[in-house]
């Protein structure tokens, strides 16, 4: 079984930073891309920015320039280094990983249960 679990969400002023960190456990083989998600109150889940194996990041334009993916792939982590931070960016954030547990399965997509970004105004 694999595992992502979140840590690092808080309450912070406008202007503020914050970081993210995401640990994925369990039997795994590799970790292919990965990346965080958000949901806001009474909104879908967006993605927020992702980051391939080889470190190819991707991110919304809504955090471009304001927020840096990164992993670590001996952890078995990724992090994302939050600045600037808006009330808009209030949301719960979620860790996604393709995992390879098992060559016979293929990839798998995983979830973390989530960690809340409360920005204040």
């Known amino acids: 079984q694999v595992q992502l679990v979140e840590s690092g969400g808080g309450l912070v002023q406008a202007g503020g930073s914050l970081r993210l960190s995401c640990a994925a456990s369990?039997?795994?083989?590799?970790?292919?891309?990965m990346g965080w998600y958000r949901q806001a109150p009474g909104k879908q889940r967006e993605l927020v920015a992702t980051i391939t194996g080889s470190g190819r990041t991707n991110y919304a334009d809504s955090v471009k320039g304001r927020f840096t993916i990164s992993r670590d792939n001996a952890k078995k982590m990724v992090y994302l280094q939050m600045s600037s931070l808006k009330p808009e960016d209030t949301a719960v954030y979620y860790c996604?990983?393709?995992?390879?547990?098992?060559?016979?399965?293929?990839?798998?997509?995983?979830w973390g249960q989530g960690t809340q970004v409360i920005v204040s105004s």
């Open positions: 369990g039997s795994i083989f590799t970790i292919n891309g």
């Open positions: 996604n990983a393709d995992v390879i547990a098992d060559l016979r399965l293929g990839v798998q997509g995983y």
